[in-house]
């Protein structure tokens, strides 16, 4: 008995000792896998957890939030990044509609790359994090990351105030926390943890989950025909030609 | 969490129009693909109309190619049209001219969430 439990450690402490020298390869085209489209209830996100804002914060957000619903229920949307073709950056690049993301991972980089908007994110592995006030506010900020077993922790920093995740208000001090793993053989989780001593009252967590695509072909995606524009009254109209 | 390019509130879900007339143009671009089609109405008056599509990438997940429309195609295009009453709408489904009828991608058209 003694020698079989002896003999499992060794068994374990040899995986643990390899998964640190050899970390799951994301390699690979990932695309949304999402419940009630066929997925494995098993293999499902948790839940989101609440955002809860700080007061002064959640008060501007909470309206803005009303008048765009009732700006959607009049059919004079307002005014998005998107719409005119700004791209989202991190995190919302991770979860376009149904466009997949492609992984391309080495030793000391992961580079990511969104279909939508053709976005880029870099995930360096071999160095660390900057403090926040060097980073200079941008869509992608900077992002380095580390193998704890066999999740990848992603931190990022320096994403600028008007690139928002679902319009939530952020200051400059946000911090990302990523833990990326597979869940099963074909099958990744991005566990998103957003924290922001500024605007947000305790961090909040949500967690996207892909399938693989194999043999997809990344879809190039250059804006060049939006016919979305934005009216004097910051409403998203579409132009539409007379021949 | 999924994030759309834009709300689809500009288009009327709940009138949907059926066009039936002539491809002038079928764009396969960014951030949408566009059906540009000339009308004709009962009394022989031409009017033009632009039907907005999903993605390419949208599109070939559902079944599209870049080929399936070119200029002079005869096609029969059901529509969300804008609410605005400008001639525009959401392409909810198209018959091609070889009888084939092609969406507006996966769980997309009229019914596709902003957010």
Redesign the interface.
């Known amino acids: 008995m003694i020698a079989r439990v002896v003999f499992l450690i060794l068994i374990a402490g040899a995986a643990h000792a390899q998964s640190r020298t050899n970390p799951p390869d994301f390699t690979g085209t990932w695309g949304?896998y999402?419940a009630g489209?066929g997925a494995d209830p098993k293999l499902a996100p948790p839940s989101?957890s609440p955002v809860s804002l700080k007061p002064e914060y959640a008060k501007p957000y909470e309206a803005r939030r009303a008048a765009e619903a009732e700006?959607?229920?009049?059919?004079?949307?307002l005014a998005?990044g998107?719409?005119l073709?700004v791209p989202?950056g991190v995190p919302?690049m991770m979860?376009?509609?149904?466009?997949p993301v492609e992984f391309i991972q080495t030793p000391k980089q992961i580079t990511i790359i969104a279909?939508?908007f053709s976005e880029v994110r870099r995930i360096y592995l071999d160095r660390p994090q900057a403090r926040i006030d060097e980073v200079p506010p941008g869509y992608y900020g900077r992002s380095v990351g580390r193998w704890d077993g066999d999740t990848l922790v992603v931190d990022t920093v320096g994403i600028k105030e008007s690139v928002q995740y679902?319009r939530i208000p952020h200051s400059d001090q946000m911090r990302i926390t990523e833990r990326i793993r597979f869940v099963a053989p074909d099958i990744l989780h991005d566990q998103v943890t957003i924290e922001d001593p500024v605007t947000l009252e305790k961090a909040f967590t949500?967690t996207l989950a892909y399938r693989r695509m194999p043999n997809y072909e990344m879809?190039?995606?250059?804006?060049?025909?939006?016919?979305?524009y934005v009216d004097d009254q910051g409403v998203?109209?579409?132009?539409?030609?007379?021949? | 969490m999924a994030l759309a390019h834009h709300s689809f509130a500009m288009f009327d879900q709940t009138k949907p129009t059926t066009l039936t007339g002539t491809v002038t143009a079928f764009e396969w671009t960014n951030p949408h693909a566009y059906i540009e089609m000339d009308v004709t109405d009962e009394k022989g008056a031409v009017k033009h109309w632009s039907v907005e599509l999903g993605s390419p990438s949208i599109l070939m997940q559902s079944g599209w190619k870049f080929k399936d429309l070119k200029h002079g195609d005869k096609v029969t295009a059901r529509i969300s049209p804008l609410r605005s009453g400008q001639p525009g709408g959401l392409l909810i489904q198209v018959t091609l001219p070889d009888g084939r009828v092609l969406g507006n991608g996966p769980g997309r058209g009229p019914q596709a969430p902003a957010q």
């Open positions: 949304p999402r489209r989101a700006a959607n229920r009049r059919g004079e949307p998005t998107s719409a073709c989202y919302s979860s376009v509609a149904v466009y279909e939508a679902q949500y879809v190039e995606f250059v804006c060049d025909n939006n016919r979305e998203v109209r579409l132009k539409v030609r007379e021949k």
